[in-house]
């Protein structure tokens, strides 16, 4: 197998329903790596929030982290790239968002533990379900610097919050925004992504993007398919990202499709 560096999202590609990686797919992973290949993780996640997967993955390749605002080193936590968003710029249309929409649940994220800034919000379900550690503060005595910012509401109920941000988004820096889920929009630095990411993490380690291999479920894993010269989605996918991907598999995620996109790689001449 010629080297291939094969980048995954986690939650709905690799975590099964249940939050959990099935074995199957972790020991096919550990056969692809053996075989020569370099493996790693793309998550909207923090490095402390992914740790229960990537701890039990072969993970031999800088992570991707916060939907591609910053490439880690796993073991030994050194950031090799990031973006951030400006807070001082930023924190005026956080706190216009908590004044019209009150129920919001927004998550600020630096390094370290999320950041809630709402008081008055719904507390996002996965923070409690899964133990994710957090802090409170106000949203003026968050860091100057922002990796992205998160909102979370009943899916309705968020995409009248992202139309209001799109009808304001001219008073603000320029931004990318997206969907992660049904339920999550989040905000990053302009121009940021997993798909720049991965081009970076590519020219680090000197390999071509046709060597880049790629695996994600929904809107935030676009740009990571489209970058990577060879890309699978689960058959329970988003629409959009079976559309970006060059192969929609059989299997969806709780049937182990990441099983099948690393038996194809281990197994391609």
Same mark, same amino acid.
């Given at each position: 197998?010629?080297?291939?560096? +094969? =980048? ?17 797919? &972790? ?8 075989? *020569? ?18 701890? &039990?993955? @072969?993970?031999?390749? #800088? ?7 910053? =490439? !880690? ?13 400006? /807070? ?5 249309? %956080? ?5 019209? +929409? ?5 998550? &600020? +994220? ?16 996965? =923070? ?8 409170? !503060?106000? &949203?003026?005595?968050? @860091? ?18 992202? %139309? ?14 997206? +969907? ?8 990053? @630095?302009?121009?940021?992504?997993? $798909? ?11 390999? #071509?993007?046709?060597?880049?291999? /790629? !695996? ?6 676009? $740009?990571?398919?489209?970058?990577? *010269? =060879? ?39």
């Amino acid at each position: 197998m010629d080297k291939t560096l +094969f =980048i995954s999202d986690l939650d709905g590609t690799l975590l099964d329903k249940n939050k959990r990686i099935p074995d199957r797919v &972790i020991r096919a992973l550990e056969r692809f790596v053996k075989a *020569g290949g370099s493996f790693t993780v793309a998550t909207g996640r923090t490095e402390d929030t992914c740790r229960f997967a990537t701890e &039990i993955l @072969p993970v031999n390749a #800088p992570m991707i982290l916060y939907n591609g605002a910053c =490439i !880690m080193e796993r073991d030994s936590g050194k950031v090799l790239y990031d973006r951030t968003l400006d /807070a001082g710029a930023f924190r005026p249309l %956080a706190e216009e968002l908590m004044e019209r +929409f009150p129920e919001l649940c927004l998550q &600020i +994220f630096a390094y370290g533990p999320l950041i809630l800034v709402n008081d008055k919000g719904t507390e996002d379900p996965y =923070i409690t379900g899964e133990n994710q550690p957090f802090r409170r !503060m106000g &949203i003026r005595e968050t @860091p100057d610097r922002w990796l992205k910012m998160m909102l979370s509401a009943p899916p309705e109920r968020l995409r009248e919050i992202k %139309a209001f941000i799109d009808s304001v988004k001219e008073g603000y820096p320029p931004y990318t925004g997206f +969907f992660s889920a049904d339920h999550y929009y989040e905000l990053l @630095p302009e121009n940021c992504g997993k $798909g720049e990411a991965a081009r970076w993490l590519a020219g680090y380690m000197g390999l #071509p993007m046709e060597r880049v291999a /790629a !695996m994600g479920d929904h809107e935030n894993d676009v $740009g990571l398919l489209r970058a990577a *010269g =060879i890309s699978f989605a689960p058959s329970n996918a988003h629409e959009s990202a079976k559309a970006a991907a060059g192969r929609v598999l059989r299997k969806s995620c709780d049937e182990g499709a990441a099983e099948q996109a690393a038996e194809l790689l281990t197994n391609a001449e």
